[in-house]
């Protein structure tokens, strides 16, 4: 796609460091290196979000991720844990259009990196779970 970075990142029109690359996604090291390693995954067809894969793609892509993730915990005996984070949208953090996947190696409670993830179980009774479960698994297709 035009004017889209990472599908001239993965085209080699624009350099990057590659870490992994096969028909089906490019894996290269994201310039902010939040922690030594973080690499982004991305399919090489231009898809924007997580709502842009169909099945197929998914199965695809989401099928390279462990064993990249396996070459980075290899590569770095040191590592500790990893995170794998997906943001789909500006309201969710996404500021690349291309559909990516970031690895986020963890050294440490000391790493530039941080989740928040609330508590509300306080706010929600077995009914409202029972609804809300219910209004998404009518809608899969
Ligand atoms: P997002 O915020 O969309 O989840 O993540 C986009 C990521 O792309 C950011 O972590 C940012 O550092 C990375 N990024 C943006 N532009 C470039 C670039 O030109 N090269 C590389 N390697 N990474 C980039
Ligand atoms: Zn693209």
Redesign the pocket.
């Known amino acids: 796609m035009d004017n889209c970075?990472f599908c001239k990142?993965s085209q080699k029109e624009?350099p990057?460091h590659t870490v992994y690359e096969d028909d089906v996604v490019y894996a290269?090291?994201?310039?902010?290196q939040v922690t030594p390693g973080h690499t982004?995954v991305i399919p090489k067809k231009h898809v924007m979000d997580i709502f842009d894969f169909d099945d197929a793609l998914a199965a695809d892509v989401f099928a390279r991720i462990p064993k990249i993730a396996q070459a980075i915990e290899d590569a770095f005996p040191a590592i500790e844990g990893l995170n794998i984070v997906n943001?789909n949208k500006a309201l969710a953090?996404?500021?690349?259009f291309h559909s990516?996947i970031?690895l986020i190696p963890r050294y440490s409670k000391e790493d530039d990196f941080s989740m928040h993830f609330g508590d509300h179980t306080a706010d929600y009774t077995t009914e409202k779970l029972a609804d809300i479960a219910d209004k998404i698994r009518k809608q899969v297709r």
């Not at 953090?93 to 690349?96: E, G, L």
């Open positions: 970075i990142i624009i990057s290269f090291l994201d310039i902010s982004l943001n953090y996404q500021s690349v990516h970031h």
